[in-house]
């Protein structure tokens, strides 16, 4: 079942950044993901890595997949340490972080369950019950393949939705300025070609249409009648244009677009130009604290 959830492009293609857009709520999720991204200056190059790998695992031959799951044991016995700012309540500054964590590994495929089956609702057809049991069954075992312990996830479809939603809709969030960052940036500004970026706004909508509100309201991003009317006409319009797609764009691996997106990271290097943008909120706040220090500076 993971894999006909997959293979249709417009879950392959969203599925991660809904993920990582999520994610990003969990502080020591954040620091790990922040860690290895940035670590060599080439984020996206990371980012899409992990993409790749996961195409790999899920529409590869045993001996590619048993391939990247090594590279990926290796990577993962590096990322580790201590948040360097303050979680929360929960997660308060020098908690330790592992990308070996069990607890952290099972929400990592939880993340990426819940985007696979919200999105393939959304843009595709409701699953049916014994198709979303499936599902879960599906990533328990996929999850395995990545450090998740079996025996501490929930067995049963609804039993994931019950733990998931209680993470989600809970109380142990905590959005730091450069999580937030990321997660705007993963979900709604890859490094893309000129004329791929027009189609931002409709990404937008169709992506923040299927994340919880209280999610955006963290965020702090807009949303309001006139969004949830242009989500529904563009979610009613894939579905109902979806069976007049040739199969050979609807369905397959979504290995191009993450190709993409590293050539795009590339070239922007190779000239200098930005590849991972500062938030302008942040950006803008940084050079009134500068300004605002420079006048109360002696002379």
């Known amino acids: 079942m993971l894999r006909t959830v997959q293979r249709e492009r417009v879950v392959g293609l969203l599925y991660g950044a809904r993920a990582s857009f999520i994610g990003a709520l969990h502080p020591l999720l954040?620091?790990?993901?922040?860690?290895?991204?940035?670590?060599?200056?080439?984020?996206?190059?990371?980012?899409?890595?992990?993409g790749l790998i996961f195409e790999d695992v899920i529409f590869g031959s045993r001996a590619t997949a048993d391939a990247q799951l090594r590279r990926v044991e290796a990577m993962h016995r590096k990322v580790r340490g201590r948040i360097e700012r303050d979680g929360g309540a929960y997660f308060p500054k020098g908690t330790p972080y592992s990308a070996d964590d069990p607890e952290l590994a099972l929400l990592t495929m939880g993340v990426l369950a819940d985007s696979s089956e919200v999105l393939f609702d959304t843009f595709v057809r409701p699953l049916r019950p014994e198709e979303r049991e499936a599902l879960w069954q599906d990533y328990l075992r996929?999850?395995?393949?990545?450090?998740?312990?079996?025996?501490?996830?929930?067995?049963?479809?609804?039993?994931?939705?019950?733990?998931?939603d209680d993470w989600l809709l809970g109380p142990t969030h905590c959005l730091s300025p450069a999580a937030r960052d990321a997660g705007i940036r993963v979900a709604f500004a890859p490094p893309l070609p000129l004329p791929l970026l027009l189609a931002r706004p409709m990404t937008y909508v169709a992506?923040?249409?299927?994340?919880?509100?209280?999610?955006?309201?963290l965020y702090g991003?807009?949303?309001?009648?006139?969004f949830d009317r242009a989500f529904e006409l563009i979610a009613r319009a894939h579905r109902a244009g979806l069976p007049l797609v040739p199969g050979v764009l609807r369905y397959g691996s979504v290995k191009?677009?993450?190709d993409l997106i590293r050539r795009e990271e590339a070239f922007r290097l190779r000239f200098g130009l930005p590849t991972w943008r500062p938030d302008p909120a942040q950006a803008d706040a940084h050079r009134s604290a500068t300004r605002a220090a420079r006048r109360a500076a002696p002379a």
Do not use: C, I, K
Not at 221 to 226: E, Q, T
């Open 221 to 226: 991003l807009p949303w309001g009648p006139a």
């Open 30 to 50: 954040a620091e790990g993901t922040n860690q290895s991204s940035h670590a060599h200056g080439r984020p996206w190059e990371r980012l899409t890595r992990t």
């Open 142 to 164: 996929f999850g395995e393949m990545f450090g998740v312990t079996r025996s501490l996830a929930p067995q049963t479809h609804a039993e994931f939705r019950e733990y998931f």
């Open 256 to 258: 191009g677009a993450f």
């Open 207 to 217: 992506l923040a249409g299927t994340v919880p509100r209280s999610v955006l309201d």
